[in-house]
């Protein structure tokens, strides 16, 4: 099976730029997070789908974060206007269901650059 | 919310030694422990997990402990090999739709 798809791999952009990260799940699988790791920091969560509701989103930074999943499949991470602190690595996770024993497998993630 | 801490952030071990990491949560109603390791330029894959109702559970090399008193969790990495080397992440998780939360990463550098 195809595993979670995440691209660019990597963008750079200049500050005030507008980035869209894009994330493929797994085929079937209801359930679509996001995470950002911030050079030495945790992994941080940002929110999580189920299919195409937002479940929980109390991990977005702020409104210039925008994040969809239209049709409950693809989603996509809009940044605008982007910041230098929004550099890090996003990585996106899926899992098939929701339940306290499930783990998520992971996108191989996109490094974004804020210069 | 949940809050885990892992220690240490850095790990150098030779190879053929052991290498603990150590983690504690906040949330008492966490009851499910994921272990992550990501290689360089890699993604974070699942290589462990263990759930509250289990104190100790192992895999091969690999094996994680669980102090539910306590509110901690430890990852047990015995007979290190250079392909061990990684950045290991724990986490928790409780149950329904609360997300999994992060560690903030040991970096193990098993020395040949």
């Known amino acids: 099976e195809a595993g979670v798809t995440q691209f660019p791999s990597h963008s750079v952009i200049e500050k005030g730029q507008t980035v869209t990260l894009r994330c493929d799940p797994i085929s079937g699988h209801d359930n679509l997070y996001w995470y950002r790791r911030v050079m030495g920091k945790e992994i941080k969560f940002l929110l999580h789908f189920v299919k195409e509701s937002k479940q929980d989103e109390s991990g977005m930074p702020n409104n210039r974060f925008l994040a969809e999943r239209t049709g409950g499949t693809y989603s996509t991470l809009k940044v605008q206007p982007a910041e230098l602190e929004d550099s890090g690595v996003y990585f996106c996770?899926?899992?098939?269901?929701?339940?306290?024993?499930?783990?998520?497998?992971f996108g191989s993630g996109t490094r974004l650059t804020v210069v | 919310g949940e809050n885990v801490e892992q220690h240490p952030s850095t790990l150098s071990v030779q190879e053929g030694d052991s290498a603990v990491i150590k983690c504690t949560y906040s949330d008492s109603a966490s009851n499910y422990f994921p272990w992550y390791k990501q290689e360089l330029g890699k993604r974070p894959q699942l290589i462990i997990d263990i759930r509250s109702n289990v104190g100790e559970k192992k895999d091969q090399r690999i094996a994680v402990t669980l102090n539910k008193t306590a509110k901690h969790f430890s990852l047990h990495i015995t007979e290190t090999q250079p392909e061990d080397s990684a950045v290991y992440f724990c986490a928790a998780k409780s149950g329904g739709y609360q997300k999994v939360t992060f560690g903030t990463g040991t970096k193990l550098q098993v020395i040949p």
């Open positions: 996770a899926s899992s098939q269901m929701t339940g306290a024993s499930v783990g998520y497998t």
